[in-house]
Nanobody, 114 residues
Framework: VQLQASGGGLVQPGGSLRLSCTAS??????MGWYRQAAGKQRELVAS???????DYVDSAKGRYAISRDNAKNTMYLQMNSLKPEDTAVYYC???????????WGQGTQVTVSS
């Protein structure tokens, strides 16, 4: 079972990026995006249930949109109005629908800088 995150990069403040997380199998229930800035703990950014119900931390509300396409085994994070403080490595994770085990993707770097 693998999760593959992609879509990170360098973007100017106010810009947008879309992250993708593709699972090797269609077995995940809840999924989420986390980020870890240099010198800080990993934190949850947004999560989404199997049925597509999203949830966001306050700093992401109104700027980020999480979604998933279960037919493609892929979860997305659309990030708009990016700020320098959004700079971090972004990780996706997913919880196995049967075993409840949690799997992590490898992370993708997002850098917001002018």
């Amino acid at each position: 079972v693998q999760l593959q995150a992609s879509g990170g990069g360098l973007v100017q403040p106010g810009g947008s990026l879309r992250l993708s997380c593709t699972a090797s199998v269609r077995i995940f229930a809840d999924m989420g995006w986390y980020r870890q800035a240099a010198g800080k703990q990993r934190e949850l950014v947004a999560s989404i249930s199997l049925g597509g119900s999203p949830d966001y931390v306050d700093s992401a509300k109104g700027r980020y949109a999480i979604s998933r396409d279960n037919a493609k085994n892929t979860m997305y994070l659309q990030m708009n109005s990016l700020k320098p403080e959004d700079t971090a490595v972004y990780y996706c994770n997913g919880m196995h629908a049967v075993t409840r085990a949690v799997y992590w993707g490898q992370g993708t770097q997002v850098t917001v800088s002018s």
